[in-house]
């Protein structure tokens, strides 16, 4: 099964930001991701459109012609804004406003009848729907419940545990995917991947649908330029 790489732009717009103007151009580098061979173009408006504005996605929308995924948490200007652009798939996740960068999967043994509603609604307009969790399998198990098509796996604990141990890292993201398999959900994975550890993940972790990057490989594309780092990151997910 190949897995297909969404690129995170979010760190895009954040540099374009840090003057005012529109340099660089948010837009047409997604455009020119889609052009090099990435399979989709990820986006993650905040409340304080701090990187990613509402209108940015409004314009990327037309522009898109890959999987457009927006994610967020689903308060009701996030949910319009979705309804609006009505992307491909839209990933739901629980960071507070204020949070530099998702730093958890929902709860969703707590959450998942206020998920089941949302995700029905997104559902209901066509919206492919998934939810950031861990690898906890309460988690898992209670993600079936809200209704959901995939689950997109929180790999930040994998990055940073990768480097000293490898085999131990992947391991309860092993066992999740195939109990989220088993359960009839598809998998994505993102967070904190990057050119070091996509491949190890990809091959030893099963059923990933789809990863999405940001960070990495926006920074990796300082150095070798944006249509190299994405061959590059195309080039770990062939198994
Ligand atoms: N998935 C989710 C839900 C995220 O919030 C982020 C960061 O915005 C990513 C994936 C991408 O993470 P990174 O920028 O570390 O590649």
């Known amino acids: 099964m190949e ?5 995170n732009i979010n760190k895009v717009a954040t540099i374009r930001n840090a003057r005012g103007g529109n340099v660089p151009n948010v837009q047409q580098v ?8 990435a399979h989709g173009i990820t986006v993650h408006p905040r409340p304080d459109e701090r990187h990613i504005r509402y209108n940015d996605v409004r314009l990327l929308r037309p522009l898109v012609y890959t999987e457009f995924n927006i994610e967020g948490y689903p308060n009701k200007s996030f949910i319009d804004l979705v309804l609006e652009a009505k992307p491909e798939q839209v990933t739901l996740v629980p960071d507070p406003p204020e949070a530099i960068t998702s730093n958890a999967g929902w709860d969703t043994v707590k959450n998942w009848q206020m998920l089941s509603e949302i995700i029905a609604t997104f559902q ?20 079936v419940k809200t209704g959901t098509n995939r689950i997109e796996l929180y790999t930040e604990p994998f990055a940073t545990n990768f480097p000293n141990n490898p085999i131990a890292a992947t391991a309860s993201f092993t066992e999740a995917a195939k109990l989220a398999h088993s359960l009839g959900l598809e998998i994505n994975a993102g967070h904190d991947l990057s050119l070091e550890n996509l491949k190890y993940f990809v091959t030893n972790v099963p059923f990933i649908k789809e990863v999405s990057i940001g960070h990495a ?9 944006l249509e190299n780092t994405i061959q590059l990151y195309l080039r770990q997910l062939v198994k």
């Open 3 to 7: 897995t297909k790489l969404s690129v």
């Open 30 to 37: 997604a455009v020119d991701c889609q052009k090099f061979g």
């Open 124 to 143: 209901k307009a066509g919206i492919r729907t998934s939810i950031f969790v861990d690898t906890n399998l309460k988690n898992i198990e209670f993600a």
């Open 217 to 225: 490989l926006i920074s990796d594309a300082l150095y070798f330029g």
